[in-house]
Nanobody, 115 residues
Framework: QVRLVESGGGLVQAGGSLRLSCSAFGTNLRLNAMDWYRQAPGKERELVASLSSDLRTDYGDSVKGRFTISRGNGKNTVNLQMNSLTPEDTGVYYC?????????WGQGTQVTVSS
């Protein structure tokens, strides 16, 4: 069973930065993709950023130019550098990993941006 562990959330002032990390444990597979999603109170979960196994990236429109997704030290580790944060970035950030038709989700980490 693949287990995703997220870290790096917290409270930051508007204009600040945070770095999230997600590591996948319990597998030696090279995952097809590792993504970050977020869910704000009262809103649907949305894609923030995606990183494929061949290092192709994709970003949600609201974070383009501010957030950067990258591979971490391990092959199944992904980082999300978030800059120029605004209160609209507040939410629970979830890591998702996919391999073939399988997908796994992390527990989520809270990001709160104060104005």
């Amino acid at each position: 069973q693949v287990r995703l562990v997220e870290s790096g959330g917290g409270l930051v002032q508007a204009g600040g930065s945070l770095r999230l990390s997600c590591s996948a444990f319990g597998t030696n597979l090279r995952l097809n993709a590792m993504d970050w999603y977020r869910q704000a109170p009262g809103k649907e979960r949305e894609l923030v950023a995606s990183l494929s196994s061949d290092l192709r990236t994709d970003y949600g429109d609201s974070v383009k130019g501010r957030f950067t997704i990258s591979r971490g030290n391990g092959k199944n580790t992904v980082n999300l550098q978030m800059n120029s944060l605004t209160p609209e970035d507040t939410g629970v950030y979830y890591c998702k990993a996919t391999w073939a038709q399988h997908e796994w989700w992390g527990q989520g980490t809270q990001v709160t941006v104060s104005s």
